[in-house]
């Protein structure tokens, strides 16, 4: 029986053909994909989603409001979505409290400066977007990402108001961000590779969803693609070809959509969809993107869908359809 003698140097060959200033970089470079705590400003709708979400894959997360009324609105908000989970067994008490404690409330930006990246998740008003990139600009430092939720803005034009435009990105997540697993994440002009890669590592890696890379284009893709299907669609309800109600079946059973385009347009925030079309319309300039008259009034008499309770359909204060 031959004995083999097996020296420690032969298996590490390969490893010591590395160079330590290689291995230096690498290691560098691995702890800046490191992305630990989280800052999500505004707790609306998609706030609210975002920050759940991120708690619930094991981050820190920081929420920003500009009240104390929105700030306990928003975290009673994802207590409730955390009940209903219970209440389908997806979930469990104590996994609930968990999430909720990693979860910080503040009314300033300053505790920012602990995190790695922040999320802006307010409503789609560019001069407001501007002012607060403006604000955590000078609070984070230069390594950590500014992102916004944004879904018809330029990265470009909010980037500008940065000291370091380089670390401004787009991660445009799609309700309700629990259960739907794309990003878009959106490279405004100057947008550095770096910000790239490590906001691709974060989307994939660490909260484990599908990153789209998308180049800055009023709408990016998914936004522009389903406003028009909504906007054809009240063209279509507008000229009495057939009921919201039948619309929404035709599509949802005849084509596997979850949601039928009313359904959708209710979720979304009827607002939210008129404001989406008239930054398309005014950019791109043309008559497909025009909001249909319908979706006007109805954002004009407050009918905003599940957020206000009625819309082209009515919901309960839990959002749930009646």
Same mark, same amino acid.
């Given at each position: 029986?031959?004995?083999?003698?097996?020296?420690?140097?032969?298996?590490?060959?390969?490893?010591?053909?590395?160079?330590?200033?290689?291995?230096?970089?690498?290691?560098?470079?691995?702890?800046?994909?490191?992305?630990?705590?989280?800052?999500?400003?505004?707790?609306?709708?998609?706030?609210?989603?975002?920050?759940?979400?991120?708690?619930?894959?094991?981050?820190?997360?920081?929420?920003?409001?500009?009240?104390?009324?929105?700030?306990?609105?928003?975290?009673?908000?994802?207590?409730?979505?955390?009940?209903?989970?219970?209440?389908?067994?997806?979930?469990?008490?104590?996994?609930?409290?968990?999430?909720?404690?990693?979860?910080?409330?503040?009314?300033?930006?300053?505790?920012?400066?602990?995190?790695? &990246?922040? %999320?802006?998740?307010?409503?789609?008003? #560019? @001069?407001?977007?501007? $002012?607060?990139? =403006? !604000? /955590? +600009?000078?609070?984070?430092?230069?390594?950590?990402?500014?992102?916004?939720?944004?879904?018809?803005?330029?990265?470009?034009?909010?980037?500008?108001?940065?000291?370091?435009?380089?670390?401004?990105?787009?991660?445009?997540?799609?309700?309700?961000?629990?259960?739907?697993?794309?990003?878009?994440?959106?490279?405004?002009?100057?947008?550095?590779?770096?910000?790239?890669?490590?906001?691709?590592?974060?989307?994939?890696?660490?909260?484990?969803?599908?990153?789209?890379?998308?180049?800055?284009?009023?709408?990016?893709?998914?936004?522009?693609?389903?406003? &028009?299907? %909504?906007?054809?669609?009240?063209?279509? #309800? @507008?000229?009495?070809? $057939?009921?919201? =109600? !039948? /619309? +929404?079946?035709?599509?949802?059973?005849?084509?596997?959509?979850?949601?039928?385009?009313?359904?959708?347009?209710?979720?979304?925030?009827?607002?939210?969809?008129?404001?989406?079309?008239?930054?398309?319309?005014?950019?791109?300039?043309?008559?497909?993107?025009?909001?249909?008259?319908?979706?006007?009034?109805?954002?004009?008499?407050?009918?905003?869908?599940?957020?206000?309770?009625?819309?082209?359909?009515?919901?309960?204060?839990?959002?749930?359809?009646?």
């Amino acid at each position: 029986m031959k004995t083999v003698i097996i020296r420690m140097n032969d298996i590490c060959r390969e490893c010591f053909s590395i160079s330590y200033k290689q291995h230096t970089r690498h290691i560098k470079g691995a702890n800046t994909l490191h992305i630990k705590t989280v800052g999500v400003i505004g707790v609306g709708t998609m706030g609210q989603g975002i920050a759940e979400m991120l708690a619930s894959k094991g981050l820190d997360v920081i929420i920003i409001e500009r009240s104390d009324e929105r700030l306990a609105y928003g975290i009673q908000m994802i207590e409730l979505s955390l009940d209903k989970q219970i209440e389908k067994w997806a979930l469990t008490k104590s996994e609930k409290k968990l999430i909720m404690n990693r979860i910080e409330s503040s009314l300033g930006y300053d505790k920012l400066s602990d995190c790695e &990246l922040v %999320i802006e998740t307010i409503t789609e008003d #560019l @001069e407001l977007k501007k $002012a607060i990139f =403006e !604000d /955590i +600009d000078r609070i984070c430092g230069p390594e950590v990402i500014l992102a916004s939720n944004t879904s018809t803005l330029s990265l470009t034009e909010l980037a500008s108001v940065t000291k370091y435009p380089d670390r401004v990105i787009g991660t445009h997540f799609i309700y309700p961000v629990s259960k739907i697993d794309v990003v878009e994440i959106v490279r405004g002009l100057k947008t550095s590779e770096e910000t790239f890669v490590r906001t691709k590592h974060f989307v994939e890696e660490i909260i484990h969803k599908k990153g789209v890379m998308v180049f800055e284009s009023p709408g990016f893709v998914t936004t522009r693609l389903i406003c &028009l299907f %909504i906007n054809e669609a009240l063209h279509v #309800l @507008e000229e009495g070809v $057939a009921s919201a =109600e !039948d /619309i +929404d079946k035709a599509m949802r059973i005849g084509y596997s959509f979850q949601h039928g385009p009313f359904e959708m347009c209710d979720r979304f925030g009827l607002d939210s969809v008129l404001a989406a079309l008239d930054r398309m319309f005014r950019e791109y300039g043309e008559l497909k993107y025009r909001p249909s008259i319908v979706l006007k009034k109805m954002v004009r008499a407050g009918h905003l869908g599940a957020k206000s309770g009625v819309g082209f359909f009515k919901y309960d204060k839990d959002g749930d359809r009646i």
